[in-house]
C-alpha cells in the first residue's frame, strides 16, 4: 500500500510505515496535480499538514484514497464529513503538537512584554549609533509573574498554555462553551506534580479580567474576538493568536493596537494564509510567526508516529 505524504513526514514515522510494508512517498505535489497524482500512483493514503487541502473535488475523482491523514489538530482543510461518508477514514494527531504550541504562546508573550520583536528589528539598524536612545524606548518591560492569563478555549492545547503559565506564577482563568471545570496537572522534572482546578468562566468576563489572553478553539465561522470583545479588554492588554486565522478580527486588532487600547499581539496564523496583509506584517506591536506551532522536532516526530500507529491499525 501506498502512502502519500505531501507535507511531510518526519522519519519515525517513514520507518514506522516501512516497517509495516508500506511504501512512502514524501514527493511534494502541487495542489492542482494532487488528484492526477494519486490516480497514476494508486494512492491509498494521503497525509497532509496545513499546506495542502483535500477536498469533494479531489475526494469524487480518486477513488484508491482510504485514508486522509492530517499531521496536526484542526482539519478545516480537509472536507472530513463528505470524505466519512464516503467511507473514508480521517485521522489527526491533536494531542501530539499541544506543547509545541503553547511554548510558542509563551514566546510571544516574552517577546511582548520585552519588546523583542521590535528590539530585534531596529538593533541591527541603529544599535550601534542609537544605543541608548533604544535602550531607552525598551526600558518599561513588565513581568508575567503575577498577572493573569485568560485561555479562551481549555482543551489540550490551552492546557498546556495553563501549565507554563502556572510555572510563571501567573494566575489563570478560562472560558470555554463545552468544558465547566478542568483540572491541570503540572508535571515536575523529578516527578512531583501539582494540581490546580480551573472553572471556566463566561468569554465577557474573562476578557474583563485578563491581562493577557490567549485563544485556543477551532475554525469559526465568525470572530471569537472582534471589535465589541477587544472593547471589554483591559486598556494595555495583549492577545495571542496560534490557533486558526478568522477567530481574532485583524482589522479590529490594528485599531486597538494604533489607539493604544492593546499593548501588543502576537500572531502565528493569519485571516489571508499564506498572504497576510501588510498592515498586520508591518505592525511595531505584533510579534509574528509563519504558522509555526506545531514546528517543532519533537512534535513532527510524535506526529509522524502517531499518524504512522493510525494507519497501521486502520489498514493492517
Known amino acids: 500500500m501506498k502512502v502519500l505524504a505531501n507535507d511531510g513526514i518526519s ?43 483535500v477536498r469533494k473535488e479531489v475526494i469524487d475523482v480518486c477513488p484508491s484514497i482510504k485514508v486522509i491523514g492530517r499531521g496536526g489538530v484542526g482539519m478545516d ?6 470524505a466519512r461518508e464516503k467511507g473514508i477514514k480521517v485521522i489527526n494527531t491533536p494531542a501530539s503538537s499541544s506543547a509545541s504550541v503553547a511554548e510558542l504562546v509563551f514566546a510571544h508573550l516574552f517577546t511582548g512584554i520585552r519588546f523583542l520583536h521590535d528590539a530585534n528589528r531596529n538593533m541591527p539598524l541603529d544599535g550601534d549609533t542609537k544605543f541608548n536612545d533604544l535602550k531607552k524606548a525598551y526600558a518599561k ?4 509573574r503575577g498577572k493573569t492569563l485568560g485561555i479562551i478555549g481549555i482543551g489540550r492545547i ?3 498554555v495553563a501549565k507554563i503559565a502556572l510555572g510563571c506564577g501567573m494566575k489563570v ?40 489572553v490567549t485563544i485556543h478553539v477551532p475554525a469559526q465561522k465568525e470572530y471569537v474576538i472582534g471589535k465589541d470583545q477587544i472593547a471589554l479588554m ?18 479590529a486588532l490594528v485599531e486597538a493596537l494604533d489607539s493604544n487600547k492593546l499593548s501588543f499581539a502576537g500572531l502565528d496564523t493569519f485571516e489571508k494564509e499564506p498572504i497576510p ?19 517543532t522536532n519533537e512534535a513532527q516526530d510524535r506526529i509522524g508516529t502517531e499518524l504512522a500507529n493510525q494507519i497501521i491499525e486502520i489498514l493492517k
Open 11 to 53: 522519519k519515525s514515522g517513514i520507518e514506522a510505515l516501512q516497517q509495516a510494508g508500506f511504501e512512502v512517498i514524501t514527493t511534494k505535489v502541487a495542489q492542482e496535480q494532487l488528484a492526477n497524482y494519486v490516480n497514476q500512483h494508486s494512492i491509498d493514503v494521503v497525509l497532509v499538514r496545513s499546506a495542502t487541502t
Open 77 to 82: 482543510n480537509i472536507d472530513v464529513a463528505y
Open 158 to 160: 490551552g492546557k498546556e
Open 234 to 251: 483591559k486598556d494595555g492588554a495583549a492577545i495571542i493568536n496560534a490557533a486558526r486565522g478568522g477567530v481574532l478580527d485583524e482589522v
Open 277 to 295: 496583509e501588510i498592515k498586520i506584517l508591518m505592525n511595531p506591536k505584533i510579534s509574528l510567526t509563519p504558522h509555526i506551532g506545531a514546528a
Open 141 to 144: 518591560g513588565v513581568e508575567l
Open 173 to 212: 482563568i478560562a472560558s470555554d462553551s463545552f468544558i465547566e471545570n478542568e483540572t491541570i496537572k503540572v508535571e515536575l522534572f523529578d516527578g512531583q506534580s501539582l494540581k490546580v482546578n480551573i472553572n471556566t468562566i463566561p468569554l465577557n468576563d474573562l476578557l474583563k479580567e485578563s491581562d493577557f
